[in-house]
């Protein structure tokens, strides 16, 4: 067992709970189940099938079988029962056709929010009923708990701080979640896995939506929204630089796969009516860029916040920006510290007060420059 004094403090439940763990069969969810365990908890692990392979298993191989086999030999070193449910039909109404729809209407989907509000910490609560007090995850989160309620702060690792995809959890979802890692970074995680000699230590971190497994995203796309093709326009110029296969397969902000010469180029914009993906080169990126836009569907984790002065992030991963926030009439009006490229319709902008995540919205069509 890690010397408790080597690491860094986190809060340790007195009192023995009964806890159903998600368990992925990945690193991460086999290092919490291993810190629940210590702290004396009476675990039950769950494995949730969400994947599209009986559909679109002619696409690749869904790995699920590979992730149950590493999920039931975790649970066999720390004598933990495996129990199995199947979510697909849950997954398919409440998160993959929000993505259909919101790429139909050339907008920028992040499912994996919905994954964790719908699915995870939603339709698996409903599952399960009243029969365990929590239920854990492999998140890079932390909670704390007052009288007034939950507040999440970010994952001790920036790099991996999870929050983002966390964001629309209400406060009832959180009082009953716990992220045993999220004090931890993702090396200490790794160290622990090594020192345990878990099954899952040297496996590799999973890789874009979680209901696709080993699917390539564009195929995934093409499956059900099929193929257009349409012209790759330079902005400003209006000079035809390619072609692409229907609007949907891009994003606002996208540099890869755009398969043009004498790049970098960015995808600027759309237009879906005459299905025309826009690009504008790294060059003159910059005009194109936005420090202000609209924001709608607000969700708070507590109350709206009273300063105007938070931070945002646009998407997973590190990079915060400094921002104003005018909140009115369930919508708000965000005025980054600086330009940013990627800013798109139906994408989701989070909220943080230092460390706090106080919850998201999405970014409105509306979308407006400075």
């Not at 939506?209 to 193929?227: A, D, M, N, T």
């Amino acid at each position: 067992m890690l010397n408790r004094a080597t690491t860094k403090p986190r809060c340790v439940y007195i009192k023995r709970m009964k806890v159903a763990i998600l368990l992925s069969g990945g690193v991460d969810s086999s290092v919490a189940l291993s810190l629940l365990k210590d702290d004396g908890h009476d675990v039950t692990a769950f494995y949730l099938k969400v994947w599209l392979e009986d559909e679109l298993a002619y696409l690749g191989e869904c790995p699920w079988e590979e992730d149950l086999e590493f999920a039931r030999a975790v649970c066999d070193r720390f004598d933990v029962p495996l129990e199995i449910r199947s979510l697909q039909k849950a997954y398919w109404d409440r998160v993959v056709s929000y993505t259909l729809d919101e790429l139909r209407a050339g907008r920028t989907p992040s499912p994996d929010i919905f994954c964790n509000q719908r699915i995870k910490f939603g339709a698996f609560y409903d599952e399960i009923d009243d029969s365990f007090e929590r239920v854990a995850s492999g998140h890079y989160a932390r909670l704390e708990r007052g009288s007034g309620g939950v507040q999440m702060r970010k994952g001790l690792d920036p790099v991996k701080d999870q929050t983002y995809f966390l964001s629309h959890l209400s406060q009832a979802q959180l009082q009953r979640a716990l992220f045993p890692i999220g004090h931890l970074t993702k090396d200490e995680v790794r160290a622990r896995a090594v020192k345990l000699d878990l099954p899952s230590q040297a496996r590799k971190d999973s890789q874009g939506i979680c209901f696709l497994g080993k699917i390539k995203y564009s195929e995934f796309v093409r499956h059900h929204l099929g193929v257009r093709e349409g012209e790759i326009v330079e902005k400003g110029t209006n000079v035809v630089l390619g072609r692409h296969r229907g609007y949907w397969f891009h994003t606002i902000g996208q540099r890869q796969g755009l398969g043009l010469s004498h790049g970098p180029w960015f995808v600027h914009s759309k237009d879906i009516d005459r299905n025309i993906v826009y690009v504008a080169h790294a060059d003159v990126l910059g005009k194109a860029s936005r420090d202000a836009y609209l924001v709608q569907q607000l969700h708070w984790i507590d109350e709206p916040p009273r300063r105007r002065d938070l931070q945002v992030k646009l998407r997973h991963g590190p990079a915060v920006f400094d921002a104003t926030v005018d909140v009115s009439d369930g919508r708000a009006a965000v005025q980054l510290g600086r330009k940013e490229p990627g800013v798109a319709p139906g994408q989701f902008t989070v909220f943080y007060d230092g460390d706090v995540c106080l919850g998201g919205a999405t970014i409105s069509s509306e979308t407006r420059r400075s």
